[in-house]
């Protein structure tokens, strides 16, 4: 309680909250096409381009306001003035477009365009055929769209949440791992835990102080879900919320796995040494594992199929930040998940048997740091 | 009970008894196995042979969790507010919400602590970590209270205050045990002693039964007597010559009524005075004596 009561907590999620509100939102804005506004300058006769680039651009998201400009020359000037960004100036079969340094490829294609659209009209009147009597037959000709993969914008989709599902994990397995490690050591350097287990089984101890952190763990990363879940759907970031659901979703059931069976070896690792100081040096080892498993995500999300990483994916040190990333992105299989859940059970089991007798062995040695095999052995 | 630490025999077939309402004082060199030995009897430790019985019959968790313990080295959270620590630990030990909340204001008034509540136990002066520390096993009516080194590094003031509740708590019928450096304050505070040495107990009564157990000694001045006057009584032997005054040590043959008659005879007779040992002495004695057998 006194670590959720303590402003840095408190400070610490709404941050975190704001900082994947804020995250999303930056994606948005970076994925969509950003409008870009165009100040073009027509001269005479070319002033006909204008109402037609004027339309067209704004099909591919290009914003041109059009300005009658009297001549060349003051044009050119306000063109060097920053004033106007383009200057179209002579005949519109084939009119000047003066920049200061580049053209707007967009702008360049729509304007290119439509040079050959006038010139193709002029050369049809020239050979006595009716321009828009050809144009509208030309116009019905379309395209036939054949899509062979219309997933694959879900499918990076997908890849995003499913690479932000497991840096989460991540972060959230080593931050509160730790926190249990910091509790174990803790109640041993301030010797309270000679009262506790005066009347509380070990066993208890050890559970409560997993669970209760677990808890607080949980608790964050839901509201965190939550946050980023309708932060991405309403900026459309993800357009299908099952995504995102299943995304959420996922990492809460191995958050709650990767969890208890990380925390029991972060707690024995902790039952370890007498001071908040070495800290460090046991928990390294197991922090090193959960990042390592984090970095070869990178490595099966580029490789998919191969075998050896649907291995990983199943076996519990790196079940918890690998499978729910591949469930983010739909490569897990129903049987796979099966197999990593019971094999992560199986872990706990073994994590519990083996981390609990570690802690019961050590937990009241105080001094200097207590070696594995003597705290497997329990010699006290 | 016995335990050992690989090699090490840290409690060597050790049997005491403290009963209801006592006070009773765990006396030891460092590593003689006093901590050992009280954390068997909460059952934070196992022992390797024997059995710790409460009321006649082996102890359960349920009167394990009654026993209120001072551990050695203070053993709160340092950065929980002091009044949600003891209802916290009131409650752990198997208190209802509204039984530990009482307690817990209870105590801290009794400590004069009352205005201290929601402060942060590591905000505390020494003494008055001290008095939480007691206060902590206190606050859930405890059947037992066993007490390591309570008044270590207390004011006389504190002392005095602390062994009050001690006695307060006896009279209810709560055996009290501590274990002290202070041989002078166990002297003071405790209705019997045990002396432990190398795990051993080697003698445990009440005070005047310790005192009485080493040899019997007189103080006699007779100024006027010749040097090595009393050499010659039977089964007396002079311990010590301070000026005129002699050390005598009688042994169980020896009649102190006699002695008295040849030092009368002598000349005049200015004091004749038991020497009361004090527990320091005792210890000594105590030591010295198994130092002697582990020898021989």
């Known amino acids: 309680m006194t670590r959720v009561r303590s402003r840095f907590f408190l400070i610490g999620t709404v941050l975190l909250m704001a900082l994947l509100a804020g995250y999303i939102v930056l994606q948005a804005l970076v994925f969509s096409r950003a409008t870009t506004s165009v100040d073009v300058g027509f001269v005479g006769a070319a002033n006909a381009l204008a109402q037609p680039l004027k339309t067209v651009a704004a099909t591919e998201s290009v914003n041109v306001k059009t300005h009658l400009v009297p001549d060349v020359a003051s044009g050119n000037s306000q063109v060097e003035a920053g004033r106007l960004d383009v200057l179209v100036s002579g005949d519109p079969a084939g009119p000047a477009v003066t920049v200061k340094d580049d053209l707007n490829p967009t702008l360049a294609a729509t304007l290119s365009g439509l040079v050959k659209q006038v010139a193709l009209d002029e050369a049809m009147v020239a050979g006595g055929v009716d321009p828009s009597a050809i144009n509208a037959k030309v116009a019905t000709a379309t395209i036939h769209l054949v899509v062979l993969d219309p997933n694959a914008a879900v499918k990076l989709q997908r890849q995003v949440v499913a690479i932000f599902v497991a840096a989460l994990l991540y972060v959230a397995l080593v931050l509160y791992g730790q926190f249990v490690a910091a509790g174990v050591v803790e109640e041993k350097a301030n010797r309270i835990i000679e009262i506790l287990l005066s009347t509380v089984r070990p066993r208890q101890l050890l559970f409560g102080k997993v669970v209760g952190i677990g808890l607080m763990g949980f608790l964050q990363l839901l509201l965190l879900g939550a946050v980023g879940l309708i932060a991405a759907t309403q900026t459309h970031v993800i357009d299908v919320p099952s995504i995102g659901v299943t995304a959420v979703l996922g990492a809460l059931l191995w958050f709650v796995l990767g969890f208890i069976f990380y925390a029991l070896i972060f707690a024995a690792g902790g039952s370890l040494i007498s001071r908040q100081e070495d800290l460090g040096a046991v928990t390294g080892p197991i922090t090193m594992l959960i990042v390592g498993s984090y970095l070869a995500y990178f490595w099966v999300a580029a490789n998919p199929t191969d075998p050896l990483g649907v291995l990983l994916s199943m076996l519990p040190p790196f079940a918890p930040t690998l499978m729910p990333a591949r469930m983010a992105t739909g490569d897990a299989q129903v049987w796979q998940v099966v197999v990593a859940i019971v094999l992560m059970i199986g872990g706990i089991a073994a994590m519990n048997w083996l981390a609990a007798r570690i802690y019961f062995n050590s937990v009241l040695r105080v001094g200097s740091r207590v070696k594995l095999m003597e705290a497997w052995r329990g010699r006290q | ?296």
């Not at chain 2, 050790?14 to 068997?40: D, Q």
């Not at chain 2, 009654?66 to 198997?94: F, V």
């Not at chain 2, 006699?220 to 002699?246: E, M, Y």
């Not at chain 2, 527990?279 to 198994?290: H, I, Y």
């Open chain 2, 1 to 296: 009970m016995t335990k050992r630490y690989g090699e090490l025999v840290a409690v060597r077939n050790l049997e005491l008894e403290v009963r209801p309402g006592e006070v009773f004082g765990f006396v030891g060199s460092n590593g003689a196995g006093k901590t050992t030995t009280m954390r068997i009897v909460l059952g934070v430790l196992g022992a390797d042979a024997g059995e710790v019985l409460w009321e006649g019959s082996p102890i359960g968790f349920e009167t394990r969790r009654r026993i209120g313990y001072m551990p050695e080295e203070r053993g709160l959270y340092p950065k929980m507010r002091i009044g949600e620590q003891l209802r916290y630990l009131s409650q752990l030990h198997g208190t209802s919400s509204a039984e530990a909340t009482a307690a817990t204001r209870q105590w801290l008034d009794r400590f004069g602590l009352a205005d201290r509540s929601g402060d942060e136990v590591i905000k505390l002066s020494h003494g008055n970590q001290q008095r939480v520390q007691l206060a902590a096993a206190l606050v859930f009516d405890p059947v037992l209270l066993i007490l390591d080194e309570p008044f270590a590094g207390l004011d006389p003031e504190a002392v005095d205050s602390m062994s009050e509740v001690l006695h307060e708590r006896a009279a209810e019928g709560v055996p009290v045990v501590f274990s002290s450096h202070q041989l002078d304050l166990v002297e003071r505070i405790c209705d019997r002693v045990g002396i432990i040495q190398h795990g051993h107990l080697i003698a445990c009564g009440t005070i005047d039964e310790l005192r009485g157990r080493g040899p019997r000694r007189l103080w006699v001045d007779a100024p006027a007597a010749p040097s090595g006057w009393a050499a010659a009584l039977p089964g007396v032997h002079v311990d010590r010559v301070d000026g005129t005054r002699v050390l005598l040590q009688l042994d169980a043959s020896a009649d102190d009524q006699a002695v008295l008659r040849a030092a009368l005879a002598t000349g005049p007779v200015h004091e004749f005075r038991r020497d009361q040992p004090s527990l320091l002495d005792v210890f000594r004695e105590a030591m010295s004596e198994t130092r002697v057998v582990a020898a021989s």
